[in-house]
């Protein structure tokens, strides 16, 4: 199975909860590329984006690439979702995933067009524990349409 990529997002282009609070994230220098955003704490983590011009029939792969420092905390038994959705008003599809302590994660979900709005809204989330974490490096999430 072949793909197409329709963007690759640093963590500058993610609506990242409260990503401008120096107490919760250490956001990456405007316009780096390849350099990671690092949750230093939070008890909610909400990291979405959105890409435009989906066409109907066809899958679509989300991913996440994140890791955890070797000094993260709060995230044993802690899974996160990665969720995503065809327009606003449709509901999500989701993933639970297991964060590995010093292994690179891809947080996959694949969803198919059918029909309505062409934006793909898509997420990343651990919001339900109330738990506090931090170590989260954010690296990328991209969006690939999947071809048979």
């Known amino acids: 199975m072949g793909s197409d990529r329709l963007a690759t997002l640093e963590p ?3 609506n990242i909860v409260y990503g401008d609070d120096h107490s919760c994230w250490k956001m990456p220098p405007k316009g780096s590329k390849g350099v990671p955003a690092e949750l230093l704490q939070v008890c909610w983590l909400e990291v979405r984006g959105s890409v435009r011009s ?8 989300i991913s996440f690439y994140i890791s ?18 065809f327009g606003k008003d449709s509901k999500y599809s989701w993933k639970k995933i297991m964060l590995q302590q010093g292994k690179l ?5 694949e969803i198919e067009y059918k029909d309505g709005n062409d ?4 997420g990343l989330y ?3 524990s109330g738990q506090w ?3 989260l490096l954010l ?9 048979s």
């Open 68 to 85: 955890l420092k070797p000094d993260a905390f709060g995230w044993n038994d802690c899974p996160v979702y990665v969720m995503a959705k």
């Open 105 to 109: 994660e891809i947080g996959e979900l």
């Open 119 to 122: 934006t793909i809204y898509f």
């Open 54 to 61: 989906a066409v109907k029939g066809n899958k679509y792969k």
């Open 133 to 135: 974490k931090g170590g």
């Open 139 to 147: 690296h990328s999430a991209t969006v690939q349409r999947l071809s």
């Open 12 to 14: 500058e282009q993610l």
């Open 126 to 128: 651990e919001v339900w």
